[in-house]
């Protein structure tokens, strides 16, 4: 089993910034991926940033050049820097690590971005 827990959510005005943090524990593979999703109320859960152990990462058109993503494979973390927020990117944020075609979630941490 894995377990994943989120930090570094909160109340931001736009145009701030955030950085997220994810720490995974249990049994880890050395293949894996890690990543950032969320969800706002009433939308559909939408994938934000993914990262592979090597380190390539791959966002969403929304993000893009503004979110970063990056992850230190000896402590099994992934980070999400979050630059010029805006109102739209409030939502509940999911850290993910998908291994051996399972996909294990994080409980999520709120990030709330005022006009």
């Known amino acids: 089993q894995v377990q994943l827990v989120e930090s570094g959510g909160g109340l931001v005005q736009a145009g701030g910034s955030l950085r997220l943090s994810c720490a995974a524990s249990?049994?880890?593979?050395?293949?894996?991926?890690m990543g950032w999703y969320r969800q706002a109320p009433g939308q559909q859960r939408e994938l934000l940033a993914l990262?592979?152990?090597?380190?390539?990462?791959n966002y969403a058109d929304s993000v893009k050049g503004r979110f970063t993503i990056s992850r230190d494979n000896a402590k099994n973390t992934v980070d999400l820097q979050m630059n010029s927020l805006k109102p739209e990117d409030t939502a509940v944020y999911y850290c993910?690590?998908?291994?051996?075609?399972?996909?294990?979630w994080g409980q999520g941490t709120q990030v709330t971005v005022s006009p």
């Open positions: 993910t690590l998908i291994q051996r075609a399972n996909n294990y």
């Open positions: 990262i592979n152990r090597g380190g390539s990462p």
């Open positions: 249990g049994v880890i593979f050395s293949i894996n991926i």
